[in-house]
């Protein structure tokens, strides 16, 4: 029987990427969660390379009852969930006043309620554990504007989510946070970039300097940054952290 298993969704790429190839250092096993399954192996040959025992569970967890179906895979296979690291979910950033109800409602699936749905479904398994959880906000949570209105309420509400996740755990010993990234590189930020900056009339080196420090702020994060503060939370030293919401933007936000 293994000892450690972490369930983390959005693992074919960016940051859920990142965080499955640093959490193998400190799990047995990483059950890989996404939609594209070809980038899932890739994720999956990554992690083996470590040491990690992997499972790929290529499904929509939007749809319901996707979330129970992972569970169920992974305790038939393993017997316990010891974190999950709820990263799935890309809103599209478009002007309030041009979102379809549509956009507002794939975004709203995928990213608050998938991560509601997992938390619900592992919640059993990461009692018996004295697990951990972690969902993944963003820092337009603390600063909506018209142009990403959608992100910015939907990260929100997960970071109440996440709270609300916490409070029930005090009494099942379950640790739940969230974290609130600033801009990150990822390849879904790169493509940005590569429409951004011609639109914009420059290079997309030029672009990646020029965008941050039109954000205040000296560089784009790394997937891998992000990772490390996810591995930590996930961690026996950030036990007695719970219901917090941690930033990690490059100071981007400057309110107290």
Do not use: C
């Amino acid at each position: 029987m293994v000892k450690s298993v972490a369930i983390v969704t959005g693992a074919s790429q960016g940051i859920g990427r990142a965080t499955a190839i640093r959490l193998a250092k400190d799990f047995e096993v990483l059950v890989l969660v996404a939609r594209n399954r070809e980038n899932l192996k890739d994720t999956s040959r990554l992690v083996q390379a470590i040491g990690a025992q992997t499972l790929v569970v290529d499904v929509d967890i939007s749809t319901p009852g996707m979330p129970e179906v992972v569970v169920e895979q992974v305790l038939a296979r393993f017997g316990r969930i010891d974190a999950l690291l709820n990263i799935a979910g890309a809103v599209p950033q478009i002007d309030l006043f041009e979102m379809t109800d549509e956009q507002w409602s794939s975004g709203t699936e995928l990213k608050l309620h998938g991560a509601r749905r997992m938390t619900l479904a592992a919640w059993p398994a990461l009692k018996a554990s004295k697990g951990s959880v972690v969902l993944m906000s963003g820092n337009s949570a603390d600063v909506p504007k018209a142009g990403y209105a959608a992100v910015a309420t939907i990260n929100a509400a997960i970071v109440a989510l996440a709270k609300a996740f916490a409070d029930r755990g005090i009494q099942d010993d379950v640790q739940v946070n969230s974290v609130l990234p600033g801009p990150v590189m990822t390849g879904r930020r790169r493509s940005f970039l590569e429409k951004w900056a011609p639109a914009n009339g420059m290079s997309v080196d030029e672009a990646t300097i020029k965008f941050p420090q039109n954000a205040g702020i000296s560089r784009f994060g790394e997937p891998e940054e992000i990772a490390n503060l996810l591995a930590f939370l996930v961690s026996p030293p950030a036990r007695w952290m719970t219901g917090s919401a941690l930033r990690m933007d490059g100071g981007e936000v400057k309110s107290v």
